[in-house]
């Protein structure tokens, strides 16, 4: 400030009230004179007594880190603070300058304050930007084992897993930073063993550091374990640093703080001993309680240039209610003489310069890693010793919270099956197929997994899939990956009773992180049936009261493996009887759902017996009276005609198959054995089905039979199995088909249907069994033939004479 004015009174006067000076705290590019005092050590300050001037700087840092600590978002706010302590006296004309303002928004480095009254004190914000004194990182791995690379994911298992947590501090700045406390809220999953400097409370890590040099890291290493119940992301908790720093963030400081308060000065000026010579001396007197320093003082006679005084920062300060005196120094002058001065001084300045500041890292979350994994087979039996498909099927479902990344499968495929190859693999995720070098096949000798239920046909092999060889796989969560492929057992031996076909999938996120294994929820399982086709069946008439009456008795018994369905029992009366009453019985009384069906036809009248199911070990008994006249031939009339069924019923406790399914018609005569057909016709494919099951399909599906040969050319394509046998269904498919590609109402030429091809259809077996059951086309056999062998009822396959079981069909012989 500049100096008071040269009247030794005029300080003390004070100033009209319309011109007191109005309080205020502004950037100014006042020019004139500061004190230039310099800005002492607080201990020095304090060490004199009185009040002071007292200027603050005081930054407050509040910061968000990522986890290597590079600033994601910055607070720093400033507060410039000059105070007046005094309880008495006032201080004006204040001057704050400062250094290093260039990352903050003060607005200029020259603050001035008109006054202040005592016990006040002014205020003045800004913010900083771009500056940091302390940085906070944190190094997480949940797979610490693996060293290359740090890993955020973690499995569910039954067993902990672990974790590595490393918290480091380091100095930015230029100056001491102290008070330094790191403290990190674990998730309830973690545990860690706490090492020295920090410590564990209410699930708390507290890690008290203290001082820090400029440029000085330290860093705290734990080690622990994490447990995982549920597929929700962890969240890791976020690890807060705190620190006190005897210096601003944004380095600004004060270069110069002064203020002035009641003082002044004047020249004691007395004559001494010797005339015309004056003994002079400056004094400066302090009528406040401030302690004051003087930082310049000249003094010269008015006249001349010369300096009487020069004093430069004198050494004694001020103190409250004193004075300084100079020393005296004589001027030679015939009359008392007359001065001009300048006094620089000010109120002692305590200047201090602090920040504090608070980071917190940015919070990490930890993916659960988690699947479901199923595998099935199409069928869980096989029949044995004929050659089967089977497709294999593997889905793992992302149940977890983190994408899966890399996946490795180990899928055992039994002896019974062929080892099937790469190119018959399709892997699609969600939906869309991976390209191949995505993915890596290999086939092993040996089962891997299963050590239990292994088959005997083979040792069998193990199939190693990695997927995600080019890149990430990027499942993610609730998104599916289907692994599937086919499987060939060529020839199945009965001895598989149990086959387990067991895999493991390891998944993990990242490629050195964490590996989760899940296998699937149920194993697949298969087993070979080996079921055969045995069966009783006779009949007999037996002679009732009166001419021309007869009981008739049929006998059908299904001694097989598995159920038979829908029955057909044919007989044929011969034409000069009348069928009367009958019925079906079976070990548990009599059958209430079989239909009889009966019409007129060549040799007599032909009669089918419904049955829609035949339960292994079933029994039944056709019993009914027929009566009629004229000649009877014994040997037509206990002729038995034939059964014939559908397909076979798989009992309860065994699971559906794929393989083909074979249906067989059973006749008695010869000609019953003619219903399972292979067709003749050049034109038609090598292909075998049943007449009767071909007219009923067609005949429901409205195909014309004039179309026979046609639609049996056309069918050939339903083979699904390709086992070169039509069942129903597969009929039933083509009929389907037919009658779509038909829908135009197109019909095939007449002439395809040809009287001479109709001719060449064969006559149910039915009626051939009739025309073989009329005496004149039954051969003679010599005596010799019929005692060296004998024909089957059902199939009439020549047996040996002896023989108690058909060699063909099964059929067991009655005596």
């Given at each position: 400030?500049?100096?008071?004015?040269?009247?030794?009174?005029?300080?003390?006067?004070?100033?009209?009230?319309?011109?007191?000076?109005?309080?205020?705290?502004?950037?100014?590019?006042?020019?004139?004179?500061?004190?230039?005092?310099?800005?002492?050590?607080?201990?020095?300050?304090?060490?004199?007594?009185?009040?002071?001037?007292?200027?603050?700087?005081?930054?407050?840092?509040?910061t968000?880190?990522?986890?290597?600590?590079?600033?994601?978002k910055?607070?720093?706010?400033?507060?410039?603070?000059?105070?007046?302590?005094?309880?008495?006296?006032?201080?004006?004309?204040?001057?704050?300058?400062?250094?290093?303002?260039?990352?903050?928004?003060?607005?200029?480095?020259?603050?001035?304050?008109?006054?202040?009254?005592?016990?006040?004190?002014?205020?003045?914000?800004?913010?900083?930007?771009g500056?940091?004194?302390?940085?906070?990182?944190?190094?997480?791995?949940?797979?610490?084992?693996?060293?290359?690379?740090?890993?955020?994911?973690?499995?569910i298992?039954?067993?902990?897993?672990?974790?590595?947590?490393?918290l480091?501090?380091?100095?930015?700045?230029?100056?001491?930073?102290?008070?330094?406390?790191?403290?990190?809220?674990?998730?309830?999953?973690?545990?860690?063993?706490?090492?020295?400097?920090?410590?564990?409370?209410?699930?708390?890590?507290?890690?008290?550091?203290?001082?820090?040099?400029?440029?000085?890291?330290?860093?705290?290493?734990?080690?622990?374990?994490?447990?995982?119940?549920?597929?929700?992301?962890?969240?890791?908790?976020?690890?807060?640093?705190?620190?006190?720093?005897?210096?601003?963030?944004?380095?600004?400081?004060f270069?110069?703080?002064?203020?002035?308060?009641?003082?002044?000065?004047?020249?004691?000026?007395?004559?001494?001993?010797?005339?015309?010579?004056?003994?002079?001396?400056?004094i400066?007197?302090?009528?406040?309680?401030?302690?004051?320093?003087?930082?310049?003082?000249?003094?010269?006679?008015?006249?001349?240039?010369?300096l009487?005084?020069?004093?430069?920062?004198?050494?004694?300060?001020?103190?409250?209610?004193?004075?300084?005196?100079?020393?005296?120094?004589?001027?030679?002058?015939?009359?008392?003489?007359?001065?001009?001065?300048e006094?620089?001084?000010?109120?002692?300045?305590?200047?201090?310069?602090?920040?504090?500041?608070?980071?917190?890292?940015?919070?990490?979350?930890?993916?659960?890693?988690?699947a479901?994994?199923?595998?099935?087979?199409?069928?869980?039996?096989?029949?044995?010793y004929?050659?089967?498909?089977?497709?294999?099927?593997?889905?793992?479902?992302?149940?977890?919270?983190?994408?899966?990344?890399?996946?490795?499968?180990?899928?055992?495929?039994?002896?019974?099956?062929?080892?099937?190859?790469?190119?018959?693999?399709?892997?699609?995720?969600?939906?869309?197929?991976?390209?191949?070098?995505?993915?890596?096949?290999?086939?092993?000798?040996?089962?891997?997994?299963?050590?239990?239920?292994?088959?005997?046909?083979?040792?069998?092999?193990?199939?190693?899939?990695?997927?995600?060889t080019?890149?990430p796989?990027?499942?993610?969560?609730?998104?599916?990956?289907?692994?599937?492929?086919?499987?060939?057992?060529?020839?199945?031996?009965?001895?598989?009773?149990?086959?387990?076909?067991?895999?493991?999938?390891?998944?993990?996120?990242?490629?050195?992180?964490?590996?989760?294994?899940?296998?699937?929820?149920?194993?697949?399982?298969?087993?070979?049936?080996?079921?055969?086709r045995?069966?009783?069946?006779?009949?007999?008439?037996?002679?009732?009261?009166?001419?021309?009456?007869?009981?008739?008795l049929?006998?059908?018994?299904?001694?097989?493996?598995?159920?038979?369905?829908?029955?057909?029992?044919?007989?044929?009366?011969?034409?000069?009887?009348?069928?009367?009453?009958?019925?079906?019985?079976?070990?548990?009384?009599?059958?209430?759902?079989?239909?009889?069906?009966?019409?007129?036809?060549?040799?007599?009248?032909?009669?089918?017996w419904?049955?829609?199911?035949?339960?292994?070990?079933?029994?039944?008994?056709?019993?009914?009276?027929?009566?009629g006249?004229?000649?009877?031939?014994?040997?037509?009339?206990?002729?038995?005609?034939?059964?014939?069924?559908?397909?076979?019923?798989?009992?309860?406790?065994?699971?559906?198959?794929?393989?083909?399914?074979?249906?067989?018609?059973?006749?008695?005569?010869?000609?019953?054995?003619?219903?399972?057909?292979?067709?003749?016709?050049?034109?038609?494919?090598?292909?075998?089905?049943?007449?009767?099951?071909?007219?009923?399909?067609?005949?429901?599906?409205?195909?014309?039979?004039?179309?026979?040969?046609?639609?049996?050319?056309?069918?050939?394509?339903?083979?699904?199995?390709?086992n070169?046998?039509?069942?129903?269904a597969?009929?039933?498919?083509a009929?389907?088909?037919?009658?779509?590609?038909?829908?135009?109402?197109?019909?095939?030429?007449?002439?395809?249907?040809?009287?001479?091809?109709?001719?060449?259809?064969?006559?149910?077996?039915?009626?051939?069994?009739?025309?073989?059951?009329?005496?004149?086309a039954?051969?003679?056999?010599?005596?010799?033939?019929?005692?060296?062998?004998?024909?089957?009822?059902?199939?009439?396959?020549?047996?040996?004479?002896?023989?108690?079981?058909c060699?063909?069909?099964?059929?067991?012989?009655?005596?």
């Amino acid at each position: 400030p500049p100096a008071p004015p040269a009247d030794p009174l005029g300080a003390l006067a004070p100033a009209p009230a319309e011109d007191a000076p109005v309080p205020g705290l502004e950037p100014a590019d006042l020019t004139g004179e500061q004190a230039g005092a310099t800005i002492r050590s607080i201990a020095e300050v304090e060490a004199v007594a009185g009040d002071k001037l007292e200027g603050t700087l005081h930054e407050v840092e509040t910061t968000t880190l990522n986890a290597d600590g590079a600033i994601i978002k910055q607070n720093v706010k400033g507060t410039l603070t000059v105070n007046n302590p005094s309880a008495d006296d006032r201080i004006y004309d204040i001057d704050v300058l400062l250094d290093n303002i260039e990352s903050t928004d003060i607005g200029g480095e020259h603050v001035s304050v008109d006054e202040l009254e005592p016990s006040k004190n002014h205020t003045m914000s800004y913010k900083v930007n771009g500056k940091q004194m302390m940085t906070l990182r944190e190094r997480l791995d949940t797979n610490p084992s693996r060293s290359q690379e740090r890993s955020l994911s973690v499995a569910i298992n039954e067993d902990p897993g672990a974790i590595a947590m490393e918290l480091e501090v380091e100095n930015l700045s230029t100056v001491e930073l102290h008070d330094v406390v790191v403290t990190r809220p674990l998730a309830e999953q973690m545990h860690f063993e706490m090492v020295g400097g920090a410590d564990l409370d209410d699930g708390v890590i507290t890690w008290t550091v203290g001082r820090l040099q400029p440029g000085e890291k330290q860093s705290l290493s734990l080690e622990g374990t994490i447990s995982v119940s549920s597929t929700k992301a962890i969240k890791a908790g976020k690890a807060t640093a705190t620190y006190n720093a005897d210096a601003t963030v944004s380095s600004m400081a004060f270069r110069e703080l002064d203020a002035f308060c009641r003082g002044f000065t004047y020249m004691r000026v007395r004559e001494d001993e010797r005339p015309d010579n004056w003994k002079c001396q400056a004094i400066f007197e302090n009528r406040s309680s401030f302690a004051v320093d003087l930082t310049k003082l000249q003094v010269r006679m008015k006249g001349s240039d010369d300096l009487l005084f020069d004093i430069h920062d004198v050494d004694q300060d001020v103190t409250p209610n004193g004075k300084w005196e100079s020393e005296e120094r004589v001027v030679m002058a015939q009359s008392e003489p007359d001065f001009t001065y300048e006094l620089v001084y000010t109120v002692l300045p305590r200047a201090v310069q602090t920040s504090e500041g608070s980071m917190t890292l940015e919070e990490k979350k930890l993916d659960v890693l988690e699947a479901d994994v199923e595998k099935s087979y199409s069928t869980g039996s096989l029949r044995s010793y004929r050659n089967q498909k089977v497709q294999a099927t593997m889905k793992l479902t992302n149940k977890g919270s983190a994408p899966i990344n890399l996946m490795r499968v180990t899928d055992d495929i039994p002896g019974l099956f062929e080892a099937p190859s790469a190119d018959q693999l399709t892997i699609k995720l969600d939906g869309k197929a991976l390209d191949d070098d995505q993915f890596k096949v290999e086939m092993v000798e040996g089962t891997t997994l299963e050590k239990e239920h292994r088959s005997p046909d083979g040792q069998g092999h193990t199939m190693t899939l990695t997927i995600g060889t080019r890149g990430p796989l990027g499942l993610k969560p609730k998104k599916s990956i289907e692994i599937s492929y086919p499987l060939v057992a060529p020839d199945p031996s009965p001895a598989n009773e149990r086959v387990d076909a067991p895999a493991r999938i390891e998944f993990s996120a990242e490629r050195f992180g964490p590996i989760c294994t899940r296998e699937p929820t149920a194993t697949p399982s298969v087993k070979v049936v080996h079921n055969r086709r045995n069966f009783s069946a006779g009949k007999q008439a037996i002679p009732l009261g009166g001419k021309g009456r007869y009981e008739v008795l049929i006998l059908f018994e299904n001694n097989g493996d598995t159920a038979l369905s829908d029955l057909y029992i044919n007989d044929v009366l011969p034409a000069q009887f009348e069928i009367k009453d009958w019925e079906m019985k079976n070990g548990d009384g009599k059958r209430d759902d079989v239909t009889m069906t009966s019409e007129d036809g060549e040799g007599g009248l032909h009669i089918v017996w419904h049955v829609p199911k035949v339960e292994k070990g079933e029994r039944l008994e056709v019993s009914f009276d027929i009566k009629g006249s004229g000649e009877v031939d014994a040997e037509a009339l206990n002729r038995f005609h034939g059964v014939h069924f559908g397909d076979e019923i798989e009992s309860e406790d065994l699971p559906a198959i794929e393989s083909e399914e074979e249906a067989t018609d059973a006749e008695a005569t010869e000609e019953a054995s003619s219903d399972d057909v292979e067709v003749k016709e050049e034109t038609a494919p090598a292909m075998k089905f049943r007449e009767d099951m071909l007219l009923r399909v067609m005949e429901a599906a409205g195909i014309d039979v004039a179309h026979r040969d046609e639609f049996v050319v056309f069918a050939a394509g339903y083979d699904h199995d390709d086992n070169g046998y039509l069942k129903k269904a597969e009929l039933e498919d083509a009929a389907k088909a037919w009658n779509e590609q038909h829908a135009d109402g197109e019909e095939a030429p007449a002439e395809e249907a040809s009287a001479e091809e109709a001719s060449a259809e064969e006559a149910p077996a039915e009626e051939s069994a009739e025309e073989a059951s009329e005496p004149e086309a039954a051969p003679e056999e010599s005596a010799s033939d019929a005692a060296e062998e004998k024909a089957c009822m059902i199939c009439n396959t020549m047996n040996a004479a002896d023989a108690s079981v058909c060699s063909a069909c099964g059929y067991t012989f009655t005596e």
